[in-house]
């Protein structure tokens, strides 16, 4: 108990301190007015789009698991948030070393954690990199034909 009291502590000091790393030159009065100017519905349907965007890969990476074994919605979908994270915020991928090693903890199945060699995910970057291709193809378009 003592272990977790210690673990729990620590990470919220570090929480506050790299708070306060990254909102330190943060100008939360420009902040006020740019939200008061952006459109609040459209701010709005991108939040939801977002985080609809998210549960699918949740959801997607679920299903990819299902032959390795069955693992909670919530699971996936907590590990997929601070995996994404971690990809903002750290170098060299760690976010996507980070989810399957949280997984495996959360899921108490060490098997999740363990390295292998991942032919899903060479073809889940390619999905990924088709699609993004395609949206950008079809912004490309959208905006030569409104010129």
């Given amino acids: 108990m003592a272990n977790r009291a210690v673990r729990v502590g620590v990470s919220l000091v570090l929480m506050i301190v790299l708070l306060a790393i990254f909102l330190w030159n943060v100008d939360f009065a420009e902040v006020g007015r740019a939200l008061a100017s952006a459109d609040g519905p459209l701010l709005a349907a991108a939040s939801l789009v977002a985080l609809?965007?998210?549960?699918?890969?949740?959801?997607?990476?679920?299903?990819?698991?299902?032959?390795?074994?069955?693992?909670?919605?919530?699971?996936?979908?907590?590990?997929?948030?601070v995996g994404y994270a971690a990809l903002s915020l750290l170098p060299a991928r760690m976010g996507d070393l980070i989810r399957p090693i949280l997984l495996a903890r959360r899921e108490k199945d060490p098997g999740?954690?363990?390295?292998?060699?991942?032919?899903?995910?060479?073809?889940?970057?390619?999905?990924?990199?088709?699609?993004?291709?395609?949206?950008?193809?079809?912004?490309?378009?959208?905006?030569?034909?409104?010129r």
Wanted: net charge positive.
């Fill in 52 to 81: 609809l965007a998210y549960f699918l890969r949740a959801l997607r990476w679920k299903f990819i698991l299902l032959p390795v074994g069955r693992v909670r919605l919530s699971s996936v979908l907590i590990t997929t948030a």
């Fill in 112 to 146: 999740f954690g363990q390295p292998r060699l991942d032919p899903d995910g060479a073809r889940l970057r390619s999905v990924d990199r088709g699609v993004l291709l395609s949206h950008l193809h079809r912004l490309a378009a959208a905006d030569a034909g409104a």
